[in-house]
Nanobody, 128 residues
Framework: QVQLAESGGGLVQTGGSLRLSCAAS???????????VSWFRQAPGKERECVAA????????WYPDSVKGRFTISRDNAKNTVYLQMNSLKPEDTAVYYC??????????????????WGQGTAVTVSS
């Protein structure tokens, strides 16, 4: 069993930055090929969408066009933590952000059924 805990959300003005953290417990995230990690967000009335993904060893990353160049995902396996650095934030980035794990890297980032463990989320509000 893996427990994920997000932190770092808050209120920020347009153009500002936040760094979210996803701390894992119960299992080592760096276990080979097991724990690729993604960040999702869900705004009120909208579907949950993947905004960043990173492979278990940090070699591969993926971003949708909506955040590419503004968001950066990274991981520190020694700390069992994955980060999401968010820069140049826009009001449309307002959402609850979640981290989640999956076992096999692939292009179907938006398929929620592939993700095994989820955190409880951290809220991000970007004011205009």
């Amino acid at each position: 069993q893996v427990q994920l805990a997000e932190s770092g959300g808050g209120l920020v003005q347009t153009g500002g930055s936040l760094r979210l953290s996803c701390a894992a417990s119960g299992h080592t995230l760096s276990t080979y090929g097991v724990f690729d990690v993604s960040w999702f967000r869900q705004a009120p009335g909208k579907e949950r969408e993947c905004v960043a993904a990173i492979s278990w060893n940090g070699v591969r990353t993926w971003y949708p066009d909506s955040v590419k160049g503004r968001f950066t995902i990274s991981r520190d396996n020694a700390k069992n933590t994955v980060y999401l650095q968010m820069n140049s934030l826009k009001p449309e980035d307002t959402a609850v952000y979640y981290c989640a794990t999956r076992r096999d890297w692939g292009p179907d980032y938006q398929d929620l059924s592939l993700y095994e463990y989820w955190g409880q989320g951290t809220a991000v509000t970007v004011s205009s």
